[in-house]
């Protein structure tokens, strides 16, 4: 007997849809599946996250397995699978970065925001995560902030910068 509660896919909107067919259309008819990654996006844009629901909503609407879609939204770190704060800091830890203080940086960001990595602070302001490489190697080590910001060469106090600049535009300092 399976003990898993139902999902129901949400209700995309008119708008919603209309941006979907606008992805969708760059591929040819019989590989509209290839849109998932767009969809994927335009769901966060306007959540925030990527609900379970919405990947049902999305796999009915692309014509593809849930779990395909699923699939991708857990392998990339950029769609999250729940609510975030307002501002996501993804630290790289692979090798190059590891080796120039990435470790260290996601280190020292937790104990300023007082959160493991992976939590959000109780403000709702930043979330820390762990990533992968983030293709500035030379640069190390790197961050992204907000999926679109890059941050190269982070001392801590470049960090400190970084972290009291963000708190200081929302009016938390």
Same mark, same amino acid.
């Given at each position: 007997?399976?003990?898993?509660?139902?999902?129901?896919?949400?209700?995309?909107?008119?708008?919603?849809?209309?941006?979907?067919? *606008?992805?969708?259309?760059? +591929?040819?008819?019989?590989?509209?599946?290839?849109?998932?990654?767009?969809?994927?996006?335009?769901?966060?844009?306007?959540?925030? +996250?990527?609900?379970?629901?919405?990947?049902?909503?999305?796999?009915?609407?692309?014509?593809?397995?849930?779990?395909?879609?699923?699939?991708?939204?857990?392998?990339?770190?950029? +769609?999250?699978?729940?609510?975030?704060?307002?501002? *996501?800091?993804?630290?790289?830890?692979?090798?190059?970065?590891?080796?120039?203080?990435?470790?260290?940086?996601?280190?020292?960001?937790?104990? *300023?925001?007082?959160?493991?990595?992976?939590?959000?602070?109780?403000?709702?302001?930043?979330?820390?995560?762990?990533?992968?490489?983030?293709?500035?190697?030379?640069?190390?080590?790197?961050?992204?902030?907000?999926?679109?910001?890059?941050?190269?060469?982070?001392?801590?106090?470049?960090?400190?910068?970084?972290?009291?600049?963000?708190?200081?535009?929302?009016?938390?300092?």
């Amino acid at each position: 007997m399976n003990n898993t509660p139902s999902v129901e896919a949400i209700e995309l909107s008119s708008a919603t849809l209309a941006r979907f067919a *606008k992805e969708v259309a760059k +591929y040819p008819a019989d590989q509209q599946q290839s849109a998932v990654m767009a969809c994927l996006s335009i769901v966060q844009r306007e959540q925030g +996250y990527v609900s379970r629901p919405a990947e049902l909503a999305i796999a009915a609407y692309l014509g593809m397995p849930v779990m395909a879609v699923h699939e991708v939204t857990t392998f990339y770190n950029m +769609y999250n699978q729940q609510p975030v704060g307002k501002f *996501k800091l993804n630290v790289c830890t692979n090798l190059p970065c590891q080796l120039r203080g990435g470790n260290e940086a996601l280190a020292h960001l937790a104990h *300023k925001l007082g959160i493991a990595k992976g939590e959000t602070t109780a403000d709702g302001l930043f979330t820390l995560q762990q990533c992968e490489c983030l293709g500035a190697c030379a640069d190390a080590p790197v961050m992204l902030v907000n999926d679109r910001s890059m941050c190269s060469f982070m001392s801590h106090d470049k960090l400190d910068q970084l972290i009291d600049g963000l708190k200081a535009a929302e009016g938390q300092v």
